[in-house]
T-cell receptor
Framework: GIQVEQSPPDLILQEGANSTLRCNFS?????LQWFHQNPWGQLINLFY???GTKQNGRLSATTVATERYSLLYISSSQTTDSGVYFC?????????????FGKGTLLTVNP | DTEVTQTPKHLVMGMTNKKSLKCEQH?????MYWYKQKAKKPPELMFV???????INESVPSRFSPECPNSSLLNLHLHALQPEDSALYLC?????????????????FGNGTRLTVT
């Protein structure tokens, strides 16, 4: 099956710092999404971004489908940004509805 | 707040009990999902319903029995579970996109049910 690798696995920041999270995938995809899971377990959809660039406030994401990677940028980080960030992809022509999740990046933002 | 509502938030059950998890959404989504998440792991897909019909069963043991009574509701019936089934159970929904997939459709999760099997 498709491989989804996220880096770094862990990241510690001071409040106000910027960061870039990466998601590499091993096959062509027609669906790529970024999620944030807060310390209480709530999973929030941040971006649906199979290609191109999107921005939402301090967060932005870019997917270069031809090179099989996606980046999530967090600017001016806040303590509420702490949690696990997951990238999930659906393979082109593969099992419908099946998103494959990466192992996530655990982000800790210290005050 | 999430637009996908799950109840209960927490559940403790014995191995001989029968219980049900409930999920409801009113976004008009026609695809609904059950995921299981163990601590420090990503969510794992269990079941997918599309237009109230079971579309995917990821070889889940029969002690987990899904049900989709209508387009807004999704249940997960639990019976004779094992302690290793303790986990966070997440419901999700999405529009049913082109070619019967989640193509072009963000996934929306509920807050989950934390299940402990004793």
């Amino acid at each position: 099956g498709i491989q989804v690798e996220q880096s770094p696995p862990d990241l510690i920041l001071q409040e106000g710092a910027n960061s870039t999270l990466r998601c590499n995938f091993s096959d062509s995809v027609n669906n790529l999404q970024w999620f944030h899971q807060n310390p209480w377990g709530q999973l929030i959809n941040l971006f649906y971004i199979p290609s191109g660039t999107k921005q939402n406030g301090r967060l932005s994401a870019t997917t270069v489908a031809t090179e099989r990677y996606s980046l999530l940028y967090i600017s001016s980080s806040q303590t509420t940004d702490s949690g696990v960030y997951f990238c999930a992809v659906e393979i082109s022509g593969g099992s419908n509805y099946k998103l494959t999740f990466g192992k996530g990046t655990l982000l800790t933002v210290n005050p | 707040d999430t637009e996908v509502t799950q109840t209960p938030k927490h559940l403790v059950m014995g191995m001989t009990n029968k219980k049900s998890l409930k999920c409801e959404q009113h976004m008009g989504h026609r695809a609904m999902y059950w995921y299981k998440q163990k601590a420090k792991k990503p969510p794992e897909l269990m079941f997918v319903y599309s237009y109230e019909k079971l579309s995917i069963n990821e070889s889940v043991p029969s002690r987990f029995s899904p049900e989709c009574p209508n387009s807004s509701l999704l249940n997960l019936h639990l019976h004779a579970l094992q302690p290793e089934d303790s986990a966070l159970y997440l419901c999700a929904s999405s529009h049913d996109g082109l070619r019967g997939s989640s193509y072009n459709s963000p996934l929306h999760f509920g807050n989950g049910t934390r299940l402990t099997v004793t």
